[in-house]
């Protein structure tokens, strides 16, 4: 199936540890995106990368440092994890067509903190 | 800060009906408006992305842009029990790298 996919679906950790969550996209989309949806629903971007080259990068904890190995794949890497740190995390993609702006979700990472 | 601003409901809307879901959005030089989907627990879905002054019509909905007055509208025609969702607007800052500023999300329930 083409699609953008995120592992794991679930997290549940400890304060203080370090955690990363996984991206992959097999759209051909050469922009990919994270977000962070809160307890109340709000949808806010964290980062965006363009072929592997970092494009978007918002008031976010440097705790929190995305990679992105090749144009297919995104990961988030999360250290000294704290309590707000819980939420549910989506990877985004997008094609780079000027006419064209629409990303599309994968299925999202709850993250819990404890 | 960009914004963008919706009624966070609950919409409620008899099964057949017509529901209409309203956005505002404070940077004027957008170009690009989407809405998604989200049933809960799931990620956001798109449905409709509008681009130019108007209506824009897909199915049973048809998303309305007036760049002027800064706002976009998506209806939902016949609206059926499944359509039960939170509908969040989302605004394109082209000049940000294509970042998307998201509203808080309508929650549109629709009783049979």
Redesign the interface.
Known sequence: DTAVSQTPKYLVTQMGNDKSIKCEQNLGHD?M?WYKQDS??????MF?Y?NKEL??NETVPNRFSPKSPDKAHLNLHINSLELGDSAVY?CAS?LRDYA?????????TRLTVL | QKEVEQNSGPLSVPEGAIASLNCTYSDRGSQ?F?W?R?YSG?????IM?IYSNGDKEDGRFTAQLNKASQYVSLLIRDSQPSDSA?Y?CAV?D?A???????G??TRVLVKP
């Open positions: 922009t995106y109340k629903k709000f949808l806010k971007i965006s363009n494009i978007i989506f997008r064209n702006n629409e990303q599309f979700f994968g299925p999202g | 690009s989407f998604y989200q799931k990620s956001p879905e798109l992305s939170t969040l394109n082209e940000a790298g294509n970042k998307l500023t998201f808080g999300g």
